[in-house]
């Protein structure tokens, strides 16, 4: 199970990446997470952002990756996304059914990487249609 905090969520992410084949999710998909505390994760994030993003662009151009969003690329202003994000409460409010408690939000989890291979070039659109969300649901 490598490190998930709940097994559903483990079998979540093995069904929608590698559809359940255990061994090309270990291969190809488990370094896209990293379990460690968010803040963490984004104060590295920063200080290698510049860095990771003129190698996605040499890679694949400037251009964005998720084309998700109607104005998608009308504003040229780039920004990286991780594909699986740093943190999300989704699957505590679809999984567990976990629900708001007044003024308060469901609590996150901490989920993706730093890995290059979990990171995307997003237009602001993009990204800030994406936010938190799974591109796979």
Do not use: W
């Not at 567990?96 to 730093?114: A, C, H, L, M, Y």
């Amino acid at each position: 199970m490598n490190n998930f905090q709940h097994k559903e969520d483990y079998n979540f992410f093995l069904n929608k990446l590698a559809k359940g084949d255990k061994i090309l999710f270990a291969k190809k998909y488990l370094k896209l997470f990293d379990f460690r505390d968010p803040s963490i994760k984004r104060k590295e994030f920063n200080k290698i952002r510049n860095n990771l993003y003129k190698k996605l662009v040499l890679k694949f151009g400037e251009k964005c990756q998720l084309k998700i969003h109607p104005d998608c690329s009308k504003e040229k202003v780039f920004d990286v996304d991780h594909f699986i994000p740093l943190s999300t409460n989704k699957l505590n409010k679809e999984i567990r059914d976990i629900k708001t408690e007044k003024g308060k939000k469901v609590p996150s989890q901490s989920f993706g990487s730093n890995n290059i291979s979990n990171l995307k070039i997003a237009c602001r659109k993009c990204n800030n249609y994406k936010k938190h969300r799974f591109l796979f649901d």
